[in-house]
């Protein structure tokens, strides 16, 4: 899993609340469990004018010139900001997927959906919860310039803004050590090879015929 130490990017804003999980990847599109290919169907209702289904030439179909992630202003924007309740519906972890895959290492709202903003962490998201007042705050200057950008700096947990406001959030501390070391579940695991190795040795001693 990629680290996630500081970033400095484009701000896209998406300005609606209950965002759910078939929204960001519709159900049609996860019929796979490779992490990667999920970005061009990202938010794909609102993304395009026709209905997608899996194996379409995302290229040739017509853009809905209306939608943020279409609009010049915001391409290669890598920090969404979005409004409550982000990430709600099924529990699936294509969501996350679908937004690493289209660039996104950052999501700020007021409020997510539990499931959802535990795969982030998982996925080398950083989903960072604000006040709705600062959420508010960011959505107006945001719209007022064009290429805007935040600056965020997980180790010491706080936002830059072109002004030079500063904002702070909480992360629970084992998360931002995964974060900040590129530990997935996996990564974690293969910390202790050394201990597993010694047990797994141990134990073919005790009960052979397990190794066999």
Not at 8 to 37: C, E, H, W, Y
Not at 129 to 139: K, R, S
Request: a negative charge; hydrophobic letters at 40%.
């Amino acid at each position: 899993m990629q680290a996630f130490t500081q970033l400095t990017a484009t701000v896209a804003p998406m300005d609606r609340a209950n965002v759910d999980t078939d929204m960001i990847i519709p159900k049609q599109f996860l019929k796979s469990i490779q992490r990667s290919g999920f970005g061009p169907n990202l938010f794909d209702e609102l993304r395009y004018l026709d209905e997608g289904q899996p194996g379409m030439d995302n290229s040739q179909r017509p853009l809905n010139p209306d939608f943020i992630l279409n609009q010049a202003r915001y391409q290669g924007a890598q920090i969404l900001l979005a409004r409550k309740n982000f990430g709600c519906g099924s529990s699936r972890e294509h969501a996350p997927w679908a937004l690493l895959d289209a660039g996104f290492r950052c999501v700020i709202a007021p409020s997510f959906a539990d499931i959802f903003f535990n795969n982030c962490f998982k996925n080398g998201i950083l989903p960072i919860v604000l006040p709705e007042a600062q959420v508010d705050q960011l959505f107006q200057e945001v719209e007022a310039q064009v290429g805007y950008q935040l600056s965020i700096d997980l180790e010491h947990q706080s936002i830059r803004t072109p002004t030079g406001t500063e904002f702070t959030f909480e992360v629970d501390g084992f998360r931002r050590y995964c974060l900040l070391n590129g530990l997935d579940d996996i990564g974690l695991t293969l910390q202790e090879a050394d201990a597993i190795r010694a047990y797994e040795a141990q134990r073919s001693q005790v009960t052979p015929w397990l190794f066999q």
